[in-house]
């Protein structure tokens, strides 16, 4: 077996452990070894836990040669986005108000260590996961793989760029409202943001508390289901079948979230759809009616629920904010507690209208970003013939579905310009199962997740 | 609200606005306050004036 961890598939990885064709010492050693290399140009990882990742690295073999069963990530290098507690480490969320050591890692974390996964780093992100570029004024900018002048997305852009150029086989995100999703697209990987409340959040520096979910960031569908089942031990689980079947399984395609998309964007997404329609899904139009309004209903509740997180620092320390961040969480603090309401209000109005979506198909799709990742220094982009902030472009239509709670995986679906770009599959809540289906399905009939960018040259 | 009402609030939360983000936290919270009306309009429209006879309560 090549040892390659910058290609080789969770699985692989897995398989190969297990049966001794490769040693974890070997795979982790390949993977750190990139990093050394490699993270120069990305700034991907914020800490490398190089002597702790090779210690268990050492247990799993030492595991394996007393004869004892390994789990399905057994020696899978993984990276966790530092905003998620690993035992001994900061969790500084891309800020310098938290430097403290975490005393015990997050049970999502534990729960990919005992499945055999090897943490070798924490990752870069947007300032307390508050933003979508990953242009971060205390831990510096993750830049995209595929092109290094660009953003990389965010808030979980280091998961995203680590995983992209191989320096990781798999990592963990958080999504508040297209955190997992956004930098997943802009960095050609597959981004699954689970059911609300299917990943436990205990242990993860909350950003707002009804709206985080902490997913799998992989370079394979399949691989995000092995992760996913890794991060849910002991919960009634429903594996899904992976490459699956689309046969007769109803596609939504959301016209107005296709049409806000720059044509290029759109053009791959509808390619994409044709695909699942050539798979033998039965794909129809579907308008969302009020998506802004939902936006809305999703600030109303982010904001709010962020700034009372943040509220004793933003008193005392509030010079230690970046700029952005510091002006988001004040302006979310003055807000009314009727915006509050009338955005959990709007959270059961938009349930009802899905809840009748979904009585007519099976999943939604969507493009996943209204555009490829932009220059870095870029404020603002052009979104067909609209300028619009970085902000919004990025997040586009995400926030909605995060509002929704709904399962939601980014999966690439071709290039514009040498950039990747995403397609999100939606569906009910619980139906995580499905979601992964449809995309494996999609996966399988096109080459995308084959494509790796080339590897960063050093400085 | 004009920067001025912003800050008066913000001081009244026990939180100091310096004057280099004055200016976009008020125009934040005041882009977020004219869009809350259509939120509160929809849902206005959806809902009646008064609770559905499940919600009454005995």
């Not at chain 1, 390619?271 to 050539?278: F, I, K, N, P």
């Not at chain 1, 320390?317 to 709007?346: E, S």
Request: glycine share 10%; hydrophobic share 45%; with cysteine.
């Amino acid at each position: 077996v090549s040892i390659n961890a910058g290609s080789m598939s969770v699985s692989d990885v897995a398989a190969s452990v297990r049966r001794r064709s490769v040693s974890a010492v070997e795979i982790v050693g390949d993977a750190l070894g990139r990093i050394r290399r490699l993270d120069p140009a990305l700034n991907a990882f914020t800490v490398v836990l190089e002597g702790d990742a090779l210690a268990a690295a050492r247990q799993v073999d030492a595991a394996l040669d007393r004869g004892k069963a390994a789990g399905p990530l057994a020696g899978v290098p993984v990276a966790v986005k530092d905003i998620i507690d690993v035992a001994g480490v900061p969790t500084a969320c891309g800020s310098t108000i938290l430097k403290d050591q975490a005393a015990h890692d997050a049970p999502v974390v534990a729960s990919l260590r005992a499945a055999g996964a090897i943490i070798v780093g924490k990752t870069n992100l947007h300032e307390f996961a508050y933003g979508v570029t990953t242009i971060n004024p205390h831990t510096g900018t993750t830049r995209n793989p595929w092109d290094l002048t660009r953003i990389a997305g965010g808030s979980s852009g280091g998961s995203a760029a680590a995983v992209a150029a191989g320096l990781c086989c798999a990592a963990l995100g958080t999504d508040t409202g297209g955190s997992v999703r956004i930098p997943s697209a802009l960095c050609g990987i597959v981004g699954f943001k689970p059911t609300y409340g299917s990943v436990s959040c205990r242990g993860v520096v909350p950003l707002a508390w009804s709206l985080d979910h902490v997913g799998p960031m992989t370079r394979t569908v399949a691989d995000a289901a092995v992760m996913y089942a890794a991060m849910n031990p002991g919960r009634a689980y429903e594996a899904p079948t992976v490459p699956g079947s689309v046969t007769g399984t109803r596609v939504g395609l959301i016209r107005p979230w296709l049409e806000a998309a720059a044509p290029e964007v759109a053009g791959r997404v509808a390619d994409a759809v044709s695909v699942l329609a050539g798979a033998g899904a039965e794909v129809t139009d579907i308008d969302i009616a009020h998506l802004e309004t939902w936006r809305t209903a999703f600030a109303m509740i982010q904001l709010p629920e962020a700034s009372a997180f943040h509220l004793p620092w933003l008193r005392t320390r509030a010079g230690d904010y970046g700029l952005d961040v510091r002006q988001r969480l004040l302006a979310g603090a003055l807000l009314p507690a009727t915006a509050y309401l009338a955005g959990q209000r709007g959270r059961t109005r938009l349930r009802d209208a899905l809840c009748e979506i979904f009585a007519r198909v099976d999943v939604l799709v969507a493009p996943t970003v209204l555009v490829p990742a932009c220059p870095i220094s870029t404020e603002t982009v052009r979104v067909g013939f609209k300028d619009m902030d970085v902000r919004t472009a990025f997040m586009g239509f995400n926030p909605v579905i995060s509002l929704a709670g709904a399962p939601a995986i980014s999966v690439p679906c071709g290039f514009v310009a040498g950039l990747p770009v995403g397609m999100e599959i939606i569906g009910r809540r619980f139906e995580d199962a499905r979601v992964l289906e449809v995309a494996a399905a999609y996966e399988a009939r096109t080459p995308w997740s084959t494509h790796r960018p080339p590897d960063p040259r050093p400085d | 609200m004009t920067p001025g009402q912003v800050n008066a609030l913000a001081a009244s939360l026990g939180l100091r606005i310096h004057s280099e983000d004055l200016d976009g936290v008020a125009a934040q919270v005041n882009a977020w306050l004219e869009r809350l009306g259509a939120l509160e309009a929809l849902i206005g429209d959806a809902e009646p004036a008064t609770r559905s006879e499940p919600e009454r309560g005995t």
